[in-house]
């Protein structure tokens, strides 16, 4: 017969951490409901400004709608009110959330002046749920504050027994209660102090998850916005893509084309002259084989500008190695990428640093380099640092602007930090 498998003192209580004790769990519900506490009181206190602002401004618009100067102004600022209402709100929302409640971007582009800005408002349905929140806000904060404060006060009060019956008076209430009500009281404020940070965390969390059901972008404003996203990165990386093309034609136009225009030149004139002075033709033929090696270099530069072969070989480490050789500014580099990325993210972190060790050595005077690519949770993170004269920016059109639109068609950022006369740092995440 088997025998059974022996259960310790671990086994027994699985699903216990435990390092976890109940003096850790008692200060940590403390902790997480003074920040929550905190969000209810001051809830209150905004509730109150709004039942007074909020119907004044409403009723006083609507009012004097008849006189059209007077009350649709009136309401237009009235919205503005509970506009600003709404950004506090998803400010505040982060004593019990942790973070502030995201901003829903605008629906459409306002127009330009402050009637265009009240239109875009009008029209967008994030600013009437903000007046649904606005709305909802009074009656919830007072329930909930009175609640919250209601069960610290009843458990303060049952602490203080102790100390505050043998200063009272006989024939009083409290200064009638027998020695063991004295012990027990603290008692029981200990289990309502429990339950009162139980219930104000509660409530504080479930007011601020309504106030993220209201004043968070939905699921339809979140895909227009992913759509506006994708529509403004596919025209970057259109533009950027033509404005390589660009740079390729000029390339080969002023550079190896005119260097073969000139070796064909060169080989005319030295056919010419091959039979009447053959030494001539030797010096010409001398000046197209030079020539024709210049170009050969700059048509192999070209290429290596528009896909290196080394990164499709050999991959990115190998790659980066090769441009840090070629700069003239020594280049520490640190590459930590244990896969091999996809194609597009491996082929935009390569530019780059390409790019960045190309602005380095033209403009930065710069005497060191740093090059790190790592690959982590974020995704796949480039940064170029030097200690140069600073003040790179992305001007459209510039190859930062250029690199910033190739990584944001990968749905990633691009940051520069380059103040004057203290270095440049250039950061990607793809």
Known sequence: MP??????KETAVAGRDPGLSLPVVVIDLIRRSLPATLYLVSGSVVALVVSIVLPTGIALGV????????????????????HLLARGERSRAALVLGEP?????????????VLGRWQAMVRDRATW????????????????????????????????????????????????????????????????????????????EGVASLARSLLAPDEKRRLA????????????????????????ERDLHDGAQHRLAYVAMEL???????????????????????????????????????HPSVLSDRGLPAALSGLAGRC????????????????????????????????????????????????????????????????????????LGGLAQRVAALDGTFEVHSPEGAGTTIKAVL
Do not use: C
């Open 63 to 82: 009012g004097l709608v008849p006189v059209f100067l007077v009350g649709i102004p009136v309401l237009l600022l009235t919205m503005e009110l509970w």
């Open 3 to 8: 025998t059974p498998p022996r259960i310790g």
């Open 101 to 113: 409640i995201e901003t829903p971007a605008p629906m459409e582009r306002p127009r330009a002046g």
């Open 268 to 306: 005319g004139r030295a056919r010419q002259k091959l039979q009447e002075d053959p030494e001539a033709a030797a010096s010409l033929i001398d000046n197209a084989f030079t020539e024709s090696k210049n170009a050969m270099t700059e048509l192999r530069d070209l290429v290596r500008g528009i």
């Open 328 to 399: 003239p500014v020594p280049v520490t580099l640190n590459v930590d990428v244990p896969e091999r990325p996809p194609v597009a993210k491996e082929t935009a972190a390569y530019f780059v640093v390409a790019e960045a060790l190309t602005n380095v050595a033209k403009h930065a005077q710069a005497t060191q380099v740093t090059v790190e690519v790592v690959s982590d949770d974020e995704g796949l993170r480039v940064t170029v640092t030097d200690d140069g004269r600073g003040g790179a920016t992305t001007a459209p059109g510039g190859g």
């Open 129 to 204: 749920k903000e007046l649904a929140w606005a709305v909802l806000l009074v009656p919830v904060a007072w329930v909930t504050t009175a609640l919250a404060v209601a069960g610290w006060s009843l458990s303060l009060a049952l602490l203080a027994v102790p100390v505050a019956a043998p200063l009272t008076r006989e024939g009083t209430t409290l200064g009638d209660l027998a020695w063991p009500l004295w012990i027990l009281a603290p008692i029981a404020g200990v289990a309502v102090f429990v339950g009162a940070a139980t219930l104000a965390t509660g409530l504080g």
């Open 225 to 248: 916005e992913r759509v506006s996203t994708l529509q403004t990165t596919r025209a970057g990386a259109v533009e950027s893509a033509d404005q390589t093309l660009r740079r390729i």
